[in-house]
């Protein structure tokens, strides 16, 4: 059996302390996005859309956070922005609520009964914009997730700090 101890050669090899950088210096140096200086709006998209993924893309770049890996995730934003502005067009012009008449025969004769009823585009546009507010979250672009990413969690300092 082998006496204890550490093993010449195993385990991870150790970084040079000359090649570590602080955390204020790794936040000067720009993520590198991929091939493109900007994220490209997928094909499938609407012309609508890909000015809104423009929009997102460009926000995202000025933070050095667009990566390719979020490309369907801001695009999926796109669709959902997009959807937003339509719905809130038609409940602008046609307004929240519409009647809807049925006959039924009551004793012999006919019954006309008028229900008033929210339009179906409030509920499409309740659901679009619930999940325009998750995705914003998941890209950290909604303020409170801004504020996370701008200052970083802190703690108070304690005494166990030096542990």
């Given at each position: ?86 719905f809130q067009a038609v409940l602008e012009m046609m307004g929240d609520t519409c009647t809807s008449k ?62």
């Amino acid at each position: 059996m082998a006496s204890g101890g550490a093993r010449p050669g195993s385990g991870r090899k150790r970084q040079s302390p000359a090649l570590k950088m602080t955390a204020a210096e790794r936040a000067k140096v720009p993520v590198p996005i991929g091939a493109g200086e900007a994220m490209i709006p997928p094909m499938h998209l609407s012309s609508i859309a890909r000015g809104l993924f423009n929009e997102i893309g460009d926000i995202l770049v000025a933070q050095h956070r667009a990566e390719p890996q979020f490309v369907q995730v801001v695009a999926l934003l796109a669709m959902r922005l997009e959807q937003i502005q339509r719905f809130q067009a038609v409940l602008e012009m046609m307004g929240d609520t519409c009647t809807s008449k049925t006959v039924r025969k009551v004793g012999g004769e006919q019954v006309v009964t008028e229900m008033i009823r929210a339009r179906p585009e409030v509920a499409m546009l309740s659901d679009a914009m619930r999940q325009a507010q998750s995705l914003l979250g998941e890209l950290m672009l909604s303020p409170s997730a801004a504020m996370k990413l701008a200052t970083g969690k802190k703690d108070a300092p304690g005494e166990f700090d030096d542990f």
